[in-house]
């Protein structure tokens, strides 16, 4: 990637889901993950990082977490919701950030594991190492991974970024 644009990917687990009798895909969320959900849209609000884009998955866990973390940020972003991100492998996502518009600087993903972990295992070439210790501690319900990215979304590939914070609620 060229280093013209810094651009910022916030990555979001989906919140804690429960397990009814239910198609996986339409999982809602725990009481826990309906507690934790709104805390993580705090942490993106004191992050600094003013969100042009979200991309969601549908399943109706990450929808729901969305909903709940979205009112906490002073500006929400524009939404996508996209079917790719359900159970989507890492180079899976790694297309679908590939087919981003440049005129988005700042993206939230919101998804699932362990596709995300897996992404930002093989975009981080570099770390903030307080970063990367929280980070390969697990990858749980609600963290956070943000990376910053130099050049085009279409230049995206393994190696690209820079892991520069990992939070998680119960951490």
Known sequence: MSAET???????????SDRPPVDDHERPLAKRGR?????????????GITLDLALCSTAARCRETWELAAPELSER???SYEERLYEASPGELI????EVSDEVHNLLLIGHNP?????VDILASEAEED???????GFPTSAIAVLTLNGSWQDV???AGRLIAFWA???
């Open 77 to 79: 972003p524009r939404t």
């Open 131 to 137: 970063a990367l210790a929280r980070f390969h501690r």
């Open 35 to 47: 507690k934790d959900a709104p805390v993580a849209g705090r942490w993106l609000a004191r992050s």
């Open 6 to 16: 810094l651009r910022h990917v916030v990555i979001l687990r989906h919140a804690k």
């Open 95 to 98: 297309a679908v950030l590939n």
């Open 115 to 119: 596709g995300i972990q897996g992404l």
């Open 157 to 159: 590939e393994p190696g």
């Open 169 to 171: 609620p119960h951490a």
